[in-house]
C-alpha cells in the first residue's frame, strides 16, 4: 500500500545558487521573527514591541505606528515607523528597506520588516508547519487515466544558459492592460503567506483575500473543471477574510496522482477547506472533487493547520488536535492501527495540548506544550521510532531521544525519502539547529534511525519540504535561515547545498517543479516549470530566474 507520489525536478534550483552575506542576528537583539516575543507583543527592528491600536495603548513618550505587517506597535518617537509597502507609510514617505522614510530620503539597512507570514492570531501563540509535502501540483486529468503531466521528460532545461538569478524587469504578468488589475491589488493588500501544492501556487493577502494559481485539478483553483488552469492569480470564493493558509500535497490513487488540497482558517476561525476530496480531506461529502471551501466543525477556532496529501490536521486554540481524511497507521495521531477514512473530524488520543504539527503521506509528528515529541505512523526507515523498524506505529509515540531539545522545536517538516517505501522527520530548534531521521542523502550512510544533526542546514529557524517524488524526480529539504537567507539539501542525492540568491525570504512555498519565495516586500517571486502557469507569470514559459508574480 505505499506511496506513489507527486514529481519533483529541481536541478534548476542550483541556477539560483549564490553566495549570501547578510549578519546573522546579534546577541542583543530580541527577535527576528514574532514567534520570539511574549504573547501581545510583536517583532520590529528586532525589537519585541507592545501591540496598540492608537495613542492610547502606548506607555510614556512612545506613538502608536506601523510595525509593517499590516499591525501597529508602540515606538520610540525618533524611530520610524517601519513597512512592507508605500500604503504603510505617510503621504510624503516612501517606504525603503523595511523603513517609512522622506522621500529622498534613506532608511536604516539593519531593520528588516516583520515576519507577518509568521504572526499567531490565537492566544496560545501556536504554529504548524503545514505540509507542501506540504507543506506540492495540470488540467484536471480523467478519472481512469494518470495526468498526462506525469510525464518522464526532464524539466532542468531552463537551467541553461541563464540570466540573472532575479531579474526585476521580467515581470510578464503587467496585467496593466487588465479590468479591475488595480481593484485586485488592492483587495490582496500586500502578500503576508504562500504554499505550494505540485504545479498549483496559492497566496494570503493582509487584507484576508486568498488567491491561487496554475493548475486547477480536482478544483485546486476553487473552479469548476471546465477551466483547467490559471497562469495569474484567481481569487478563491469563499476565503475572504482567511487569517491563515496551507497546502497539501498530491494524493495517490489506484489512477495515479492527482494535485492536493488546501485550507484556510477564515475570519471566524473556523478552517474551511478545497480541492482533492478523493480521501476524504476536504469534506466529508464523498465527492472526489471540492471545487469551493467548505467548513468542517471543529471545538473552537483554528489555531494553525498541517496538510499532508491524503489528510489534514488542524489545531485549535485549546490545544486541540483534529484529524480528518486517510487515516493509514494512526498518521492522524489518533489510535489506529488500520487504513480508513475518517470522513468527520476527530480528535487525537494525545492528552496533552498541542503546539504544532506536521502530516506526510504515511506518517505525522506533534509537538505539546509540555516539549514533548509525539510520532506515528510508517516507521519503514526509522522517520518515527529508533525500534520497531520496518513496522507501524500504530498508536502517538512520545519520543524519548528528542527530551533534551524538544521543548525548543520552532518547526517541524515530515516526508517522503529516498524510496517511495521511506519517510523522514527533520525538526529545528530554537538554536538554530535541525536534526533529521529516516531515509535521507545528506545524512550519514543516507540515512539514520535515530536524530542527528545536519550541520549545513544550521541557523534554521523553518523548515520546508515538497515531501513527494514520483519517476525519479527530487525531494529537498529547505531551511529558511535566521538570517533570511534559503538553503536546500537534495534528500537523494548527496550533492553540495544550494543556497538561494536572495536575503530577505519571509515564505517558501514548493511544488513539485517550482518554487515561490515571499520577500520582506510582500511581493511574490517564483522559477521552475510553468507548464500550467503555476509561476503566476500570465504565461506558462518556464524560467529558472525567479519571476515577479503580479496580483
Known amino acids: 500500500m505505499r506511496r506513489a507520489t507527486a514529481r519533483w525536478s529541481f536541478a534548476l534550483l542550483a541556477a539560483l545558487s549564490a553566495s549570501c552575506t547578510s549578519p546573522l542576528r546579534g546577541a542583543s537583539e530580541e527577535c527576528l521573527f514574532n514567534g520570539d516575543c511574549r504573547e501581545g507583543l510583536l517583532c520590529a527592528g528586532r525589537r519585541c514591541r507592545v501591540v496598540c491600536r492608537d495613542g492610547r495603548d502606548c506607555a510614556g513618550a512612545t506613538r502608536c505606528a506601523s510595525a509593517g505587517d499590516g499591525r501597529l506597535a508602540c515606538l520610540p518617537p525618533d524611530e520610524p515607523p517601519y513597512c512592507r509597502r508605500a500604503s504603510e507609510c505617510a503621504e510624503a514617505e516612501v517606504c525603503q528597506r523595511g523603513r517609512c522614510v ?21 492566544s496560545l501563540s501556536l504554529d504548524a508547519t503545514e505540509l507542501p509535502d506540504g507543506p506540492m501540483d495540470a488540467g484536471p486529468p480523467d478519472a481512469t487515466d494518470a495526468p498526462a503531466a506525469l510525464s518522464d521528460a526532464p524539466t532542468d532545461r531552463v537551467a541553461e544558459d541563464l540570466a540573472a538569478p532575479m531579474d526585476r524587469a521580467d515581470v510578464s504578468s503587467d496585467r496593466a492592460d487588465d479590468a479591475g488589475a488595480e481593484d485586485d491589488a488592492s483587495a490582496l493588500g500586500g502578500v503576508v503567506e504562500i504554499c505550494a501544492s505540485a504545479d498549483r501556487t496559492c497566496a494570503r493577502g493582509s487584507g484576508g483575500q486568498v488567491w491561487c494559481w496554475g493548475s486547477n485539478d480536482m478544483g485546486g483553483l476553487a473552479r469548476p473543471a471546465s477551466i483547467p488552469s490559471s497562469p495569474r492569480p484567481l481569487a478563491v470564493e469563499g476565503a475572504a477574510g482567511a487569517t491563515l493558509l496551507a497546502c497539501g500535497g ?10 492536493g488540497h488546501s485550507c484556510v482558517r477564515l475570519a471566524d476561525g473556523r478552517v474551511a477547506c478545497w480541492g482533492l476530496n478523493l480521501q476524504a480531506q476536504s469534506d466529508a461529502t464523498g465527492s472526489a472533487t471540492v471545487a469551493a471551501p467548505v467548513v468542517r466543525v471543529l471545538d473552537g477556532p483554528v489555531a494553525a493547520l498541517a496538510l499532508g496529501g491524503q489528510s489534514t490536521l488542524a ?9 480528518w481524511g486517510l487515516d493509514d497507521a494512526a498518521v492522524l495521531l489518533g489510535a489506529n492501527g488500520l487504513t480508513s477514512v475518517q470522513r468527520e473530524p476527530r480528535r487525537s488520543v494525545i492528552r496533552e495540548p498541542v503546539r504544532m504539527a506536521s502530516i506526510a ?45 524538544a521543548r525548543d522545536i520552532v518547526s517541524i517538516a515530515t516526508g517522503v525519502g529516498q524510496r517511495l517505501t521511506g519517510g523522514f522527520t527533520c525538526v529545528a530548534t530554537r538554536d538554530g539547529a535541525v536534526r533529521c531521521r529516516g531515509q535521507l542523502a545528506f545524512l550519514p550512510g543516507g540515512g539514520a534511525t535515530r536524530f542527528t544533526e545536519v550541520a549545513a542546514l544550521r541557523g534554521a529557524r523553518r523548515l520546508y519540504t515538497n515531501a513527494y517524488r514520483f519517476r525519479g524526480r527530487v525531494t529537498y529539504v529547505c531551511a529558511r535561515r535566521d538570517d533570511l537567507t534559503v538553503r536546500c539539501l537534495d534528500a537523494q542525492r548527496s550533492a553540495a547545498p544550494i543556497d538561494l540568491a536572495l536575503d530577505d525570504a519571509f515564505d517558501l512555498a ?16 517564483c522559477s521552475g516549470d510553468n507548464n500550467v502557469g503555476q509561476l503566476g507569470s500570465g504565461d506558462t514559459v518556464g524560467s529558472a530566474a525567479l519571476r515577479r508574480v503580479v496580483f
Open 510 to 525: 514548493l511544488g513539485s517543479n517550482h518554487l515561490c519565495v515571499l520577500r520582506s516586500d510582500g511581493t511574490v517571486w
Open 315 to 323: 489545531i485549535t486554540s485549546s490545544g486541540a488536535l483534529w484529524g
Open 250 to 259: 498530491p494524493g495517490p490513487t489506484d489512477h495515479g496522482t492527482f494535485a
Open 102 to 122: 522622506a522621500v529622498g530620503g534613506d532608511a536604516s539597512t539593519d531593520a528588516p520588516a516583520t515576519d507577518a507570514a509568521e504572526v499567531p492570531a490565537d
Open 361 to 405: 503521506n504515511h506518517h505525522a509528528c506533534a509537538l505539546g506544550v509540555t516539549g514533548v515529541l509525539y510520532c506515528a505512523g510508517d516507521n519503514s526507515v526509522g522517520e518515527v521510532a529508533s525500534f520497531s523498524i520496518g513496522d507501524n506505529i500504530a498508536v502517538p509515540l512520545a519520543i524519548d531521544e528528542a527530551a533534551p531539545f
